[in-house]
């Protein structure tokens, strides 16, 4: 059991944290196809469009982890996290740029608002990912934020791709995946930071590991939705209208 095993060091925990990459879903078939420039123009507005849920929650979920946390310092830290989503007086935030993705993409935003085209599988991903926060001590919450270790490789290679794969996306369209390269890095400096200082025993670094892994089969599971949805069609997965 690993509660008999030795605590791993912190570099030795946070290597272990690291190989969990494989399973991000970068490596999904639907994002393969993205990264390829083999998606068609509805997959991309549907990946947008469902995408936005999860943005939308990012900021109920920081809220959530936030009210679990005793710890000021933290709170300080945490809460520039939901700055960078709902924005401040002189800059709209993270989730405006993704509204303005999706008109980069020939989306309305009223329609990406609306929620009219969030699938039913990422709708319940997403709620599972936001409600976990919410019931989870805060450390393990802030643990299940660390795929974004994996991310900026994500947003470096849309950067790189999008304009020539997909050239009737608006370029402005683009801002969130810059603006997140910059705020990913600071973030997981800190969360790992508060992970590694956590989890500090064998059967705790485990769990950190089970909790990371939670949240990459969230992230896996929502492609899975849009992979039925918007590559093979499947009904009643898709939700035309």
Same mark, same amino acid.
């Not at 979920?61 to 946390?69: H, P, V």
């Given at each position: 059991m690993s509660g008999q095993h030795a605590a791993w060091t912190p570099a030795q925990f946070e290597q272990a944290l690291r190989a969990l990459?494989?399973?991000?879903?970068?490596?999904?078939? #639907?994002?393969? =196809? =993205?990264?390829? !420039?083999?998606?068609?123009?509805?997959?991309?507005?549907?990946?947008?469009?469902?995408? #936005?849920?999860?943005?939308?929650?990012? +900021?109920?979920?920081?809220?959530?982890? =936030?009210?679990?946390? +005793?710890?000021?310092?933290?709170?300080?830290?945490?809460?520039?996290?939901?700055?960078? $989503?709902? !924005? /401040?007086?002189?800059?709209?935030? !993270?989730?405006?740029?993704?509204? /303005? =993705?999706?008109?980069?993409?020939?989306?309305?935003?009223?329609?990406?608002?609306?929620?009219?085209?969030?699938? +039913?599988?990422?709708?319940?991903?997403?709620?599972?990912?936001?409600?976990?926060?919410?019931?989870?001590?805060? $450390?393990?919450?802030?643990c299940s934020s660390l795929t974004e270790l994996f991310a900026p490789t994500a947003h470096r290679q849309r950067l790189a791709t999008w304009p020539e794969q997909y050239p009737w996306i608006e370029p402005q369209g683009l801002e969130y995946f810059r603006n997140r390269l910059a705020e990913a890095h600071r973030d997981v400096e800190h969360g790992l930071a508060v992970t590694l200082a956590h989890f500090t025993t064998r059967a705790l670094q485990d769990r950190a590991l089970e909790i990371l892994q939670f949240k990459l089969d969230v992230l896996w599971s929502i492609l899975d939705a849009m992979h039925l949805a918007y590559v093979l069609a499947m009904p009643p997965y898709f939700n035309e209208r």
């Open positions: 990459g494989s399973r991000y879903h970068i490596h999904h078939p #639907f994002q393969v =196809m =993205m990264g390829e !420039g083999k998606l068609s123009k509805k997959a991309i507005q549907g990946w947008v469009a469902n995408r #936005f849920y999860y943005q939308l929650n990012i +900021p109920h979920k920081d809220a959530y982890l =936030m009210a679990n946390c +005793p710890d000021r310092a933290v709170r300080r830290r945490w809460i520039q996290r939901i700055i960078d $989503h709902d !924005g /401040r007086e002189g800059d709209e935030g !993270g989730i405006e740029c993704w509204i /303005r =993705m999706a008109v980069a993409c020939g989306l309305t935003r009223e329609e990406v608002v609306s929620l009219e085209h969030v699938l +039913p599988g990422v709708r319940f991903a997403v709620d599972a990912y936001r409600n976990f926060v919410r019931d989870a001590e805060w $450390h393990e919450g802030i």
